[in-house]
């Protein structure tokens, strides 16, 4: 074998050496910090991009902050409207509150009885409809006046299970029974915390 012959076999050896050896630094050392180069930019994407919608989030919050404390005072505003019981009666306030509607009528009211607690749709557990059946001597124009101080004492309060009857020689006076509807809390005790901050 000749000098020539032997380099060729030298080089072709240092050839396939150095293809393996670049092969190794390829397979052990490129490709893995490419890949992990690649997640952490992956990574580093996804921190930019919750870093970016948490500082959104900081911008917005006096926004938002004063969003809820207008929801909260519209919820407090009709919450007013939703009676609580008095002594763990409803019928007490509520009593009470139908007899004072009588002013500037002529109506006459002759009695107020609990009628039944009505159960919402399954869906809503939060209220449920107390209701009450009232009987009144009454023209009509007086019912008329009491209806609307009945909604104008409390808007959320409907009126329905109407009856009328003639009485013999008051042709003007009838024998008017209705129902009336509050929305109460299913629970009161477990009404929004908000509503029963007491006030400073």
Same mark, same amino acid.
């Given at each position: 074998?000749?000098?020539?012959?032997?380099?060729?076999?030298?080089?072709?050896?240092?050839?396939?050496?150095?293809?393996?050896?670049?092969?190794?630094?390829? /397979?052990?050392?490129?490709?893995?910090?490419?890949?992990?180069?690649?997640?952490?930019?992956?990574?580093?994407?996804?921190?930019? /991009?919750?870093?970016?919608?948490?500082?959104?989030?900081?911008?917005?919050?006096?926004?938002?902050?004063?969003?809820?404390? #207008?929801?909260?005072?519209? @919820?407090?505003?009709?919450?007013?409207?939703?009676?609580?019981?008095?002594?763990?009666?409803?019928?007490?306030?509520?009593?009470?509150?139908?007899?004072?509607?009588?002013?500037?009528?002529?109506?006459?009211?002759? #009695?107020?009885?609990?009628?039944?607690?009505?159960?919402?749709?399954?869906?809503?557990?939060?209220? $449920?409809?107390? $209701?009450?059946?009232? /009987?009144?001597?009454?023209?009509?124009?007086?019912?008329? $006046?009491?209806? &609307? %101080?009945?909604?104008?004492? %409390?808007?959320?309060?409907?009126?329905?299970?109407?009856?009328?009857?003639?009485?013999? %020689?008051?042709? /003007?006076?009838?024998?008017?029974?209705?129902?009336?509807?509050?929305?109460?809390? #299913?629970?009161?005790?477990? $009404?929004?915390?908000?509503?029963?901050? @007491?006030? &400073?």
């Amino acid at each position: 074998m000749n000098i020539g012959d032997k380099r060729t076999q030298y080089i072709i050896l240092g050839a396939i050496a150095g293809c393996a050896a670049l092969f190794l630094l390829l /397979q052990f050392l490129i490709l893995p910090s490419l890949a992990s180069w690649k997640e952490m930019s992956a990574k580093t994407e996804e921190m930019r /991009q919750e870093l970016f919608e948490m500082r959104k989030v900081i911008q917005l919050r006096p926004e938002v902050s004063l969003q809820i404390e #207008s929801a909260k005072t519209a @919820v407090k505003s009709l919450a007013a409207n939703i009676p609580l019981p008095v002594l763990g009666n409803y019928l007490l306030g509520m009593e009470e509150s139908i007899w004072n509607c009588t002013n500037g009528t002529d109506a006459v009211i002759v #009695s107020i009885a609990d009628n039944n607690v009505m159960e919402l749709p399954p869906a809503n557990k939060t209220f $449920r409809l107390y $209701r009450v059946r009232v /009987q009144v001597q009454s023209g009509l124009d007086d019912y008329a $006046r009491l209806v &609307k %101080n009945i909604h104008g004492v %409390n808007p959320l309060c409907s009126i329905s299970g109407i009856n009328i009857a003639a009485r013999e %020689n008051t042709p /003007q006076v009838h024998e008017i029974s209705f129902i009336v509807s509050w929305l109460v809390w #299913s629970d009161p005790a477990k $009404r929004p915390g908000f509503l029963m901050e @007491v006030v &400073k």
